[in-house]
């Protein structure tokens, strides 16, 4: 028994050690893994190696998209990389943006560009009209990446549409979320390869053991549809009844210049995961040799600016959680929020601080009611801190909101996929669309009025109020919120 304890305390001392002195991410996450560590020595080191470790470095960035990066420098010609990376428009940007575009281009990020025509979408229903007649019309390729795909009425439409026009010749690339789609039978989508649908697994089997489960942890959280290289989705909707039926959520349909950015973003995970490219790159950006094509939405007179940056847990500069600290340390009139998942790191609490000591109006905006029982009490311990730190906080009734947005001074809008917590900031992959336009700023500002007009706000004398144990219960489930 002496000897059992003390293997058990060496373990322990190790595991402590080695993430207090080797992880350099953020402290709260640190501590999280800490308490792991500590309840569970041998277990909790094993699992801290497999899927805590940082992993932000230029090394492990350029392992992870050396595949793509092979494929684009050998291709891609002159105009292409202008397209993708010129700094040409910034000087359209107001000139206190423009850092925030630099810090969403870094590591090989693509730059500003334009859209023709854009649609802001918060009703599912609409977005899946939209989508499957933009399916029905595709004439060359249709590409695919959404974190959920359902074995429901909507999935099945939707799944149904891509086999058929892969049927007719149309080229259909789907990157499949496999993790996260576990609940779905294998059959539902080797039905679709039968068809003709190229399908890769994000996560990949063919990996040795050790790399294999070093992955696990990470999620293809993205929401991406690419029509013909010339019409693009994405946002907050992934493709499911709840999405189409029953959440309320926002997402954009826009095309145009700026659509070569999420076809990069795709083109780049696809390569990665081993899916084959038969054309040449070129052939997916059609906006070089011509206009895109129009939408059912009104052609805009001014050409509203838009930016799609990726989050990607081995890109040295994490980006997206850059952004919504630089707006709130920018801002000088508001910024206002909308997350379901409120778990933010100790440095946007900071933040919202000192945006509050400067007199910005810092508003977030949260589900009444969360889908996932793990997350309401996570929620409620960030609520109390937000607002000692100066925000006020929104409970948006009615259907549940699964929106990401943020909105600043009514100039930028974002509209993406990533949530307000740890694991969209430095675990999953991500993608967010930051508007450079006050029409665009104007139309997200009226849905974010629209939304608080259905919502109650928190006071936080009530909050204090609350009996000693929920609060104390809050404090532990806070403790472990930046490792869920």
Not at 12 to 29: E, K, M, Q, S, T
Not at 249 to 267: E, K, M, N, P, W
Not at 365 to 383: E, G, H, L, Q, S
Request: with cysteine.
């Amino acid at each position: 028994m002496t000897t059992f304890w003390s293997i058990f305390t060496v373990l322990l001392i190790i595991g402590l050690a080695f993430v207090v002195i080797v992880d350099n991410g953020d402290p709260g996450r640190r501590i999280g893994w800490i308490l792991i560590i500590a309840l569970l020595p041998v277990g909790g080191l094993i699992f801290y190696l497999l899927f805590g470790i940082n992993k932000r470095s230029r090394k492990n960035y350029i392992r992870a998209h050396r595949r793509f990066n092979k494929v684009f420098n050998e291709q891609a010609t002159p105009a292409l990389r202008t397209l993708l990376f010129s700094t040409r428009r910034l000087e359209d940007i107001l000139a206190p943006y423009r850092p925030l575009n630099k810090v969403l281009a870094s590591g090989n990020r693509p730059s500003v560009n334009e859209v023709e025509t854009i649609e802001i979408i918060t009703s599912g229903s609409r977005k899946y009209e939209l989508l499957m007649e933009d399916i029905k019309n595709a004439k060359e390729s249709i590409h695919i990446e959404y974190f959920k795909f359902g074995n429901d009425e909507g999935g099945k439409a939707v799944k149904q549409a891509l086999m058929q026009k892969a049927r007719e010749g149309v080229k259909v690339r789907f990157i499949k979320e496999n993790i996260a789609n576990i609940p779905i039978p294998y059959w539902y989508f080797n039905s679709m390869r039968r068809a003709g649908v190229e399908v890769v697994n994000f996560t990949n089997y063919s990996f040795s053991p050790l790399r294999f489960l070093s992955t696990l942890s990470y999620r293809d959280h993205r929401k991406i549809a690419v029509i013909d290289g010339r019409i693009g989705y994405t946002g907050g909707m992934n493709i499911s009844d709840k999405y189409f039926r029953r959440w309320r959520d926002t997402h954009i349909r826009f095309t145009g210049s700026a659509v070569a950015q999420l076809q990069y973003a795709f083109l780049d995970t696809w390569v990665n995961c081993r899916g084959k490219l038969a054309t040449p790159l070129l052939s997916f950006f059609p906006m070089l040799n011509g206009k895109a094509e129009g939408s059912n939405a009104d052609s805009l007179p001014a050409k509203p600016l838009i930016q799609i940056a990726t989050g990607d847990p081995s890109s040295p500069v994490p980006a997206i959680h850059i952004s919504y600290e630089w707006a709130l340390l920018n801002a000088k009139k508001y910024v206002w929020i909308q997350t379901p998942y409120l778990a933010p790191p100790e440095s946007f609490l900071r933040a919202i601080q000192a945006a509050s000591a400067a007199g910005v109006d810092v508003r977030i905006m949260v589900p009444k009611k969360n889908d996932t029982a793990i997350m309401r009490p996570i929620n409620k311990a960030y609520y109390m801190l937000c607002l000692e730190a100066g925000a006020r906080v929104f409970l948006r009734g009615g259907e549940f909101i699964h929106s990401k947005t943020l909105l600043m001074d009514d100039y930028l809008s974002m509209i993406g996929s990533s949530n307000l917590d740890n694991r969209s900031f430095d675990i999953d992959y991500e993608i967010n669309t930051y508007m450079f336009d006050s029409g665009l700023a104007a139309r997200n500002k009226e849905i974010f009025e629209q939304d608080l007009a259905l919502s109650s706000e928190l006071d936080l004398n009530t909050l204090r109020r609350e009996p000693w144990w929920k609060r104390g219960w809050y404090r532990i489930m806070r403790l472990i919120a930046p490792v869920v």
